[in-house]
């Protein structure tokens, strides 16, 4: 197939701002926003919780669970948008996603909480696929890339309240509050879906077959790097790793020969475009995960406090959103030029944050100002190209695919996140993360985790110049 990734007429944000897309929009960019929230406000007090319910070796554990549950959630958020239209979807993950909150506002041990961020990234996972599954229904094509900027700049923007959130309440040493407020959040919500979503008529045809053995290799691949991270030896977390690295490959012989698959044909095949444009976007999501470790590495390294930690670490959404929402408007020889700058800029912001972060003490003005900017440079990295890589994925698909290249999207998204959480916790686990009164330690462990994601952005500009070379050819 030959797939055009020039837009012919240029979208403009009206269109999806104002007029018959306004409602779906602001309730797309809604659930967005509830995910967001969460995610940074549960990396900002997790210091403070580790502190009152301890668990520290599961730190990475937090972030890799609660994907991997909306990974696999995701699976069923298709099925569950043809059987019981959008308004009945939207409401029953938001309970999901209540529930998870509620008992993780109610844990008294690491175990507890690791339960209820379970449930609560099965929830998030559901609202977050519902939301760019509808995109491709809604939308038409010539919008998309403004449909995905709306969602991602709402992702970036928002991303400021869960810092907020979280560190007041960290401060306060009212964590649970922190998940305990969500609660009437989701409840309006899911007040606004029943408002603004049209009522529509149920899909009974039978459900397309969900590819539960993909799932299971791709789930499997993740668990073997976390259990990796808490082993009692290198040799174990070595064993662990090669587990993981078998079950992938497991994973990718399967879709080329199954009936039933979990990407679109050509999503698993090396070198086709709609393998390197989804390996772009894993491996810059792969890098993105610093973000997750920077509120612990500021508040004890450089002595912030959670409200300033959760603020800085946030800089990384901000330049993601600001730079996605500029970048979206590019066509043709721009597009290819944004796909190609963002990982040389994220492996330089890895470099300066692995010389930066562990020098720990307390953090003056300048310290705090480089960190910053480098954290900002991180975001950019993954935004500039980011809308691109979206809709280059979406027209390398065949026609009768889009809609499961449009779950892909966040199924690639979320397993990046979970992979690469479970990796760093394994390499922070094996390098001093865990030596929760040895400062020299922890900042051993900042120096290695950012050696580790400087690696994945050089692997990053190798599969962008393939992608882009691809199209030229």
């Excluded at 995910?35 to 890799?64: D, F, K, R």
């Excluded at 959103?321 to 990982?343: C, D, I, N, Q």
Aim: charged share 10%; net charge positive; aromatic share 8%.
């Amino acid at each position: 197939m030959t797939a055009t990734v020039e837009h012919t007429i240029e979208a403009r944000w009206s269109d999806i701002l104002r007029g018959e897309f306004s409602a779906v929009s602001a309730v797309l960019a809604a659930g967005i926003a509830l995910h967001a929230v969460n995610i940074t406000l549960s990396a900002t007090m997790l210091p403070s919780i580790v502190a009152e319910i301890g668990g520290q070796n599961l730190y990475a554990w937090n972030a890799t669970l609660a994907t991997l549950a909306a990974i696999l959630s995701a699976a069923i958020t298709g099925s569950l948008l043809r059987r019981t239209g959008p308004r009945l979807g939207f409401g029953l993950s938001s309970v999901v996603f209540a529930l998870g909150s509620l008992l993780a506002a109610l844990a008294m041990t690491m175990p507890v909480l690791l339960v209820g961020r379970v449930i609560q990234g099965a929830g998030g996972g559901m609202l977050f696929t519902l939301c760019y599954s509808m995109i491709v229904v809604v939308y038409p094509e010539r919008l998309w890339s403004r449909a995905m900027a709306l969602l991602s700049g709402t992702w970036g923007i928002t991303m400021l309240f869960g810092p907020a959130v979280g560190g007041i309440f960290a401060e306060l040493g009212m964590w649970r509050m922190g998940f305990g407020i969500m609660l009437p959040v989701t409840a309006l919500f899911v007040a606004l879906t029943l408002r603004l979503l049209p009522r529509v008529k149920r899909d009974r045809r039978p459900s397309e077959p969900i590819a539960f053995r993909q799932l299971a290799l791709l789930a499997g691949s993740v668990l073997a790097i976390s259990f990796g991270s808490v082993a009692p030896s290198a040799v174990w977390a070595v064993v662990a790793v090669l587990v993981s690295i078998v079950l992938m490959l497991t994973l990718m012989r399967r879709e080329k020969t199954n009936r039933i698959r979990l990407f679109p044909r050509g999503a698993t095949v090396p070198g086709a475009p709609l393998f390197l444009s989804i390996s772009v976007m894993a491996l810059l999501i792969f890098c993105i995960n610093a973000e997750f470790f920077m509120p612990f590495f500021l508040q004890r390294l450089h002595g912030l406090s959670p409200l300033m930690a959760g603020y800085v670490a946030a800089l990384v959404s901000i330049g993601w959103a600001m730079s996605e929402v500029y970048s979206a408007r590019f066509t043709g020889r721009k597009m290819h030029l944004a796909v190609l700058s963002g990982p040389p800029l994220m492996m330089v912001a890895c470099i300066v944050l692995g010389v930066t972060t562990p020098m720990f003490g307390s953090a003056g003005s300048a310290m705090t100002t480089v960190l910053s900017f480098a954290l900002i440079l991180l975001g950019i990295g993954i935004g500039v190209g980011w809308p691109h890589l979206n809709t280059f994925i979406l027209q390398f698909t065949d026609t009768d695919e889009r809609d499961m290249a449009a779950s892909a999207l966040s199924t690639v998204q979320m397993f990046a996140v979970a992979f690469g959480t479970a990796v760093a916790g394994l390499v922070g686990n094996f390098t001093g993360f865990n030596e929760t009164e040895n400062l020299s330690g922890i900042a051993n462990s900042a120096i290695w985790l950012f050696v580790t994601f400087g690696l994945v952005a050089a692997l990053a500009i190798l599969a962008s110049r393939a992608l882009i070379n691809s199209q030229k050819g």
